[in-house]
């Protein structure tokens, strides 16, 4: 299965792999920001299997791990770089030595900076999608940042570029923009804005799925009461967070997981395999991108492609469970 990112024309498994788990913890306000227990010679294990399974496409940020996923994909992808599209993401200021997040810049200057900095970690001359790492920005600061990315890819640093937020208004200003051509949003079973899908297919904007599998919660592999990592980042008391409470699984949408398994897991699909087939059927622009460990999670989503969308009729029927 494939899927072609927008109007860039550039191709790219129906499938992605997010890389924000293999790299590391970093912090935030002394709070972690990251995933607990990531290996760094098994995530270039499974980036190897997924590479060889078929995934051509691979979405990281310059933040994640404060730079380490970035420099962990870099060395999985020596000698493998021609087969691959890689998408990375800027905005977010971090220090690489102490691990720490905090502030935002999409200045001229400092998007150049970060780019530099990526290419090094990345190990690569040119970055295939990049993408603006802040929720929103301010009108004038819209205006110089969008004519960098133009400039950036006018020099061939950058093939296309996107933003990841779930802002309508952010789509509606890609979509001005002729030379952008990505949206990433939160998507998954649970929760999507049809308003924000819809106006992709519109204006042929590839969107891709953040969160499909909710941060973990629909892989099945979690319980009423389980008690997440504290050193994981859905271990801690976060406002935005919907899939974890207090760090524990939100029991409602669990509940709501349980109403739809039998129907994700028809066709021999696993339950991870059924919610990465919903949001294919949901639209011809969702490529999801969901995160990875180790190679049998690696080569339990690229068999995903292998079984194709949910049926017309498992829609309807997950939709009326569902509301």
Known sequence: M??????????????GLGCWPMGGVAYRDEKPDGYAGADDRESIRAIHAAIDAGITFFDVADCYGAGHGEEVLGEALEGRRHRVVIATKFGNLFNESTRTLQGENVSPGYIRRALEASLRRLKTDYIDVYQIHTWSMNLADAGPCLE????LVDEGKIRTYGWSTDLLEGAMLIASR??????????????????????CEEHRLAGLNRSPLGMGLLSGKYRPGDRMPE????????????????????????KKLEAV???????GRTLVQGA?????????????????????????LAGAMEKGPLTPEDMAEIETLLG
């Not at 980042?233 to 524990?248: A, L, N, S």
């Not at 969702?286 to 999670?297: A, R, V």
Request: glycine fraction near 8%; proline fraction near 5%.
């Open 178 to 199: 002729p030379k952008a051509s990505v949206m990433q949003y939160q998507c998954n079973i649970l929760f999507h804005d049809d308003r924000l899908i819809r106006y």
């Open 2 to 15: 494939q899927r072609t990112l927008g109007r860039s024309g550039i191709t790219v498994s129906a499938l």
């Open 261 to 267: 398994r039998e129907i994700l897991t028809r066709g």
């Open 231 to 254: 050193g994981d980042i859905r271990g801690q008391r976060i406002e935005w967070m919907q899939y974890y409470r207090d760090g524990r699984p939100n029991e409602e949408l669990l």
């Open 276 to 300: 990465i087939a919903w949001l294919w059927a949901k639209s011809p622009v969702n490529i999801p991108i969901p995160g990875f460990k180790n190679t049998q999670q690696a080569l339990e």
């Open 148 to 151: 960098t990315l133009d400039a």
